[in-house]
């Protein structure tokens, strides 16, 4: 048995134990075959056209699927929006539900009328099912369900605008609220599940306590310059593999969930990236300058022309390689706070993205597939972690092992801060894109401008160069063998065709 299939078992047991039964809702689930409606809601339509939702959830019995298979509904125009005008309706509702409906696919369009009725079949192999309603000549629409709609929501809203919006009903039937109580009680988030699989993850975070072995302890010390080079060229791959790989790729897709015009969604995700790219040099100024006042403050006679001029290299030094020492404490502090400081925040972003990922993961497409999507993250986490540590460990950051491990760790953190922010409230797709292109922006700005350079040491050979080209191709392989994993969760577009697998879904 593998880990997954362990790890998955005993949630699922937990889940059967916890429900106390398999039974679901006593309202006709599984047969549909209602004569009439549970739920009525009355709405503004000012727009010609909306979208139903219809998605899997979280059942009872511990199982991702939709509460029925299929669910009737009528759906009248009515000329105002009161309590009035859907009690009128609801004489009419009634009787459209004793009608023998029409049959409606995933993508096709319901339109408004009397002595009509129509069975919605939601679409078995994908999360989440839409619908048009042909709103034209419309002001108002009152909806009639054989299921309250709250029972299909996961991550959307049942009824949007053509702008995306949410549309909340104005007047709906008076067992609404008691319904929407108990279907809120019996679906309980995976908080334990979530939780335990981000703090899985997390624990990756100490995986550079490998190099504490003695060999690799005296190799990195006897040969501190090749070893480093070998190291940054790993370091390099991982980086930016998981920057083009995974980053900035879905980046791409989860931003357009917010934006249509291909406009908006370039100018924010190249913003962000180059924001995410800038802040490793943001941090080196902010922190010299920090060093500057610090140094002018002293009485112990230091010149502040040295202070200024802080970034000049050493005498004897023919070359900027990475690793030479500045002749002040504010110029060292800099460089090391840009390096320092990008790789924990690009780590830290990275990090709550992966947290907020695996928590839509469990939440909507059931424990299974969340295991699967931790899984496949720490998968991907230990090379980034090791290049991470390299990095932090090397001869600029020069943090010492257990303080990088530490810093590593803390850092990591944010995986768990993820979780916790799914479960407790909605993150739109399009501030998990934003985020993602930022720290996206971060790995590039260190792979291209810290770990490449050290390469081109004049120092090294011509093996040692070979040797780290090499080690930076199995860097971007060992962040690349994800994607031969990389499950989706998705929704399919609105007319009814399967869905880009990287929109608006759940990701690893």
Known sequence: MTLHQLFSTIVQLALVFASGSDDQHDHGHGNSTSSTFEWGGIFKTPEDNYLWTAQKTVQPDGHVKYADPKMKMVVLKVTSATDAALDAAKEEATHGFEKTCKEVEAGESIAPAEDACFELHFKESWWQTLFNIDAAGSDYLAIFAEHFPTEFENTAHYLKDDHGHDVEPVHTTAEEHKESTASTADDPKPWGAAIGAAICVNLVTLSGV???????????????????????????????????????????????????????????????????????????????????????????????????????????????????????????????????????????????????????????CGDSFGWTVALSTIIHEVSQELADYAILTGSVAKLSPVFALTCNFVSGLSVILGAIITLSSEVSDESNGLLLAFGGGVYLHLAATECMPRIYNHELSRRVRAISLLMFVIGAIAIGLILLDHEHCVPPNPDGTAADPHAGHNHR
Request: proline share 3%; aromatic share 10%.
């Open 210 to 364: 490998v190099f504490a072995v003695p060999i690799f302890r005296k190799i990195a010390k006897t040969h501190a310059v090749q070893f480093e080079a070998i190291m940054s060229g790993f370091a390099a791959g991982a980086l930016l593999a998981c920057a083009f790989f995974l980053l900035l790729f879905e980046s791409t897709h989860l931003i357009a969930t917010g934006h249509t015009k291909e406009v908006d969604q370039i100018w924010r995700w190249g913003s962000m990236i180059l924001a995410g790219f800038l802040l490793p040099a943001l941090i080196q100024l902010v922190s010299h300058e920090v060093g500057v006042l610090i140094g002018r403050g002293k009485s112990d006679g230091e010149n502040p022309a040295e202070v200024v001029d802080a970034e000049k290299p050493a005498e004897g030094v023919d070359s900027p390689d990475v690793g030479i020492k500045l002749e002040t404490s504010a110029g060292t502090m800099s460089v090391r706070s840009r390096l320092i400081g990008g790789v924990l925040i690009g780590d830290f972003f990275h990090n709550l993205c992966d947290g907020i990922f695996i928590g839509l993961a469990f939440t909507g």
